[in-house]
């Protein structure tokens, strides 16, 4: 048995005895330990609503709190950990604190709405926390968005599980195409930030060398006085 399959079985063994403190629990270390299926365990959470044992509702609700949860820890982590050790290793990865400073202001104009997105896609999931956390996004807006982007893919696998009902371990079947198609998406979403922090810099560098080579005015033989 593999690391994703005995962690789907310990999943399910937990949620069995726990109940919604065992989705909320799971949901939280979700983040923290990216083995951990999510949409595996909302899919159960949804079976066990199907069978009585909670409500939808609840499961979702227990679900959604602990993804905030799990959320809010990778944003400290981002901002306390994550950050300072950028500062300090960037010139050995280069990328320099003007850099991160580009990075910030990419973010605060849409990183509301990456957070929202990235909450949907698997693979950024476990990352666009840490993101926030480290270009010091408003940990008010950034709660709403993990709240506003959680809560609807969280109620989708707990409804797909509902559905299925004794087949609901099909989500789980079809999680390692969802995950590589967000690992397609992480690239390309990562493809396209590393482009702009680098026309960004040639710009920087651009504009510093033409204003360093500019002629400078003089009071001399070329100047304007008489």
């Known amino acids: 048995m593999g690391v994703v399959e005995g962690l789907v079985e310990w999943a399910v063994s937990a949620l069995s005895r726990m109940g919604l403190a065992g989705v909320c629990a799971l949901m939280a270390l979700e983040l923290l330990i ?4 999510g949409e595996a365990v909302m899919a159960l959470a949804g079976f066990l609503a199907g069978r009585g044992e909670v409500e939808l509702w609840q499961a979702v609700a227990a679900g959604t709190f602990g993804t905030v949860v799990g959320a809010l820890a990778q944003y400290l982590l981002g901002a306390k950990v994550a950050r300072p050790a950028l500062v300090r290793l960037g010139r050995y990865v280069m990328f320099s604190e003007r850099d991160l400073e580009a990075a910030e202001e990419l973010f605060r104009r849409r990183g509301f709405l990456a957070v929202v997105l ?48 004794e087949n609901w371990y099909i ?36 504009c510093s060398s033409r204003t360093s080579s500019a002629p400078r005015g003089s009071s001399g033989r070329f100047g304007g006085g008489t």
């Open 34 to 37: 990216p083995p951990i299926p």
């Open 171 to 206: 989500v789980r079947a079809y999680s390692d195409y969802i995950d590589a198609a967000g690992a397609l998406i992480v690239s390309a979403a990562a493809a396209y930030a590393l482009l702009r922090l680098a026309g960004r810099a040639r710009c920087r560098r651009g």
């Open 118 to 165: 990235g909450r949907l896609v698997p693979g950024v999931r476990s990352v666009i926390s840490i993101a926030a956390g480290v270009v010091r996004m408003s940990a008010s807006a950034f709660l709403v968005a993990t709240l506003t982007g959680s809560l609807p893919w969280n109620a989708a696998f707990a409804y797909a599980g509902y559905v299925l009902g």
